[in-house]
């Protein structure tokens, strides 16, 4: 058999080292991360997707995506053709975006989202003191958020939010926690359910991933 080629799209802002502790095998399976690029001034989902598709050098792949992550393999499916499109803790089509990001949309409340702070994150830690979930969550955004450019977070909140899919493609295998507080479950159609996942499940159940994720790939 030969290996599959794996390509992995972080989520919104996040680097790659999300993945650290996700473990393949390696007799069937190679990793391959891709970073997030700086958008060009006024570019759409889709022109960007075909720029992240030049990382994809591989035929025949399989492409993961998490959160906005998700959103953008399926956008870049287009022009790589994978052998399938995995997304996880994300949405499938607009139609499954929250209540209250479907009124942002409506109303561009998102305009005035202080976006410029998520940029400041590792500052911001050195002020959480203690062991509780705020220091906790704070040490996460330190250690995992790698773009920090205003313009790239306003960018991809838009894309979001106005991303054109009105109609979900039944092939996409969605992984998605109970508890996603981002992609609340109760508004998505997931092919498989992980109990007491969280938004942030691929870092927090690395081990569910790890156990369940090489079956998904080969079926």
């Known amino acids: 058999m030969s290996i599959i080629h794996v390509y992995f799209v972080p989520g919104l802002g996040a680097s790659s080292s999300i993945f650290e ?3 393949l095998p390696t007799a069937l399976f190679e990793m391959h991360c891709i970073e997030w690029l700086q958008p060009i001034q006024n570019e759409t989902l889709v022109d960007y997707a ?9 035929p025949n792949c399989i492409l993961v995506g998490v959160s906005f992550g998700g959103i953008l393999v ?10 399938k499109v995995v997304i996880i803790s994300s949405i499938k089509s607009n139609q499954e975006l929250p209540a209250v990001m479907q009124m942002a949309r409506k109303t561009l409340f998102y305009k005035i989202l202080p976006t410029r702070l998520l940029g400041k994150i ?3 830690a050195s002020y959480v003191k203690g062991r509780n979930v705020l220091a906790k ?4 955004y330190k250690k995992y958020l790698s773009m920090h450019d205003t313009y790239y977070l306003d960018w ?13 493609n039944p092939e996409v295998i969605h992984i998605h926690g109970e508890f996603d507080g981002v992609f609340p479950i109760k508004y998505c ?3 498989v359910v992980v109990k007491g996942g969280t938004h ?7 081990k569910w991933f790890n156990s369940h994720l090489p079956q998904l790939l080969l079926e």
């Open 74 to 83: 399926q956008e870049m499916a287009q022009f790589v053709q994978p052998k």
């Open 200 to 206: 942030i499940m691929i870092i927090n159940k690395y």
């Open 189 to 191: 159609n997931p092919t």
């Open 50 to 58: 075909q720029r992240m598709s030049a990382f994809v050098t591989e």
């Open 21 to 23: 502790h996700i473990k």
């Open 137 to 140: 969550s704070m040490q996460l």
């Open 122 to 124: 590792p500052v911001l």
């Open 156 to 168: 991809s909140i838009k894309q979001i939010l106005y991303w054109n899919r009105s109609e979900a």
